[in-house]
């Protein structure tokens, strides 16, 4: 059963990243995609919009405890279950007790930066629904500065590169000091470059759930204010606030090519995991770039097929170091 988790229903919830998770090395695999799967958990909670915010943040403070072993009581997630309209989200939350056990089975390190890592996760969906609470299609809340922005990528999506790290740095690389503080840092860009990738170009669709994850002073700048960005005929004047977030998502991508590159040449299977959301990512941005990105008619997204190319090339090219090297720089240009 506990192989069904973190496979068949981790392949349902994402199949997107599903693939990097299967690519991992054995060490790892096991402990990084129980991670994964409990932050998929918390994260349907936080977004099931059918159900009051009062009752996300009950469901999900309930969930910390159990997630950090101080308490044992059963979830209230029955509402929330009642509530999915995706049938995998729904098992998600079905099968929540199945995965904690998985929890308590790790070795207590590993266990620990899992809980660590969730620990932070949680804290920032918790931020983005109290943030957010009120916000609706015709009352449109924004992030108020740059430092809102870093801090919510951080909690969300940049804390799992230093779980990546510390995890991969124990069990496939123990004692060599690769898990410097150099490495943790671009590890911690890495996510925060991944999560910017998201926020940038699921733009429209979160500003018609009256979220705005371009901070209020960008907009500002460049004569705007939220709701203008609800009309594709703004792309010219919002270009000014919007390339400065797609440079710096290119130079977090770029930091987390850096860390795959900087990885143990041997550890082909884990530079291979790290690869392809790099990449993949940087082809979303290319994209960005040359899109209206306030039309709602049209999502960026690289397709199926541009995925299969982009694994099938990394593989290919991955005994030739200079070009396997060039791929990133060929994505973004």
């Known amino acids: 059963m506990s192989d069904e988790l973190l496979t068949c229903l981790l392949r349902d919830v994402s199949r997107s990243f599903y693939l990097t998770m299967r ?31 009062p009752l996300r943040l009950q469901a999900l403070a309930a ?21 999915q309209g995706v049938p995998a989200e729904r098992i998600l939350l079905e099968r929540c007790e199945e995965s904690l056990r998985l929890l308590l089975d790790l070795e207590e390190a590993d266990r620990r930066l899992v809980r660590e890592v969730l620990d932070v996760i949680i804290s920032g969906q918790e931020l983005d629904l109290k943030r957010f609470g009120a ?34 740095a ?84 770029a930091a987390g090519w850096e860390y795959t590159r900087s990885l143990p040449k041997g550890q082909i299977r884990l530079r291979l995991a790290c690869a392809w959301p790099v990449l993949i990512g940087a082809r979303t941005l290319r994209k960005l770039r040359h899109e209206n990105m306030l039309d709602a008619t049209r999502r ?25 090297n060039a791929q990133f720089g060929k994505e973004w240009s």
């Not at 690519?23 to 009051?52: K, N």
């Not at 924004?142 to 991969?168: H, I, N, P, S």
């Not at 060599?176 to 925060?192: A, D, M, N």
């Open 170 to 253: 124990a069990h496939l690389w123990p004692g060599t000091g690769l898990e410097g503080e150099s490495l943790t840092r671009q590890g911690v860009r890495f996510g925060k470059g991944l999560q910017l990738v998201n926020i940038l170009r699921d733009l429209p669709r979160d500003l018609r759930k009256g979220r705005c994850y371009v901070p209020s002073q960008f907009l500002t700048a460049a004569g705007l204010v939220p709701k203008d960005l609800l009309s594709a005929q703004n792309e010219a004047r919002f270009r000014p606030a919007y390339d400065p977030l797609l440079a710096l998502a290119e130079g977090h991508l």
């Open 135 to 168: 916000a609706a299609a015709d009352q449109i809340l924004a992030l108020q500065t740059g430092e809102e922005l870093d801090d919510y990528t951080y909690r969300v999506a940049g804390c799992v590169g230093e779980f990546w790290t510390k995890m991969c």
């Open 23 to 53: 690519m991992l090395p054995g060490p790892v695999r096991r402990q990084i995609s129980l991670a994964y799967l409990l932050a998929r958990t918390t994260d349907t909670i936080a977004d099931t919009e059918l159900v009051e915010v």
């Open 63 to 83: 969930l910390r405890e159990r997630i950090l072993g101080r308490d044992s009581a059963l979830l209230p997630l029955a509402q929330l279950r009642g509530s």
């Open 300 to 324: 960026v997204k690289v397709s199926r097929p541009e995925v299969r190319s982009l694994i099938l090339r990394s593989v290919f090219l991955y005994p030739f170091a200079r070009p396997w």
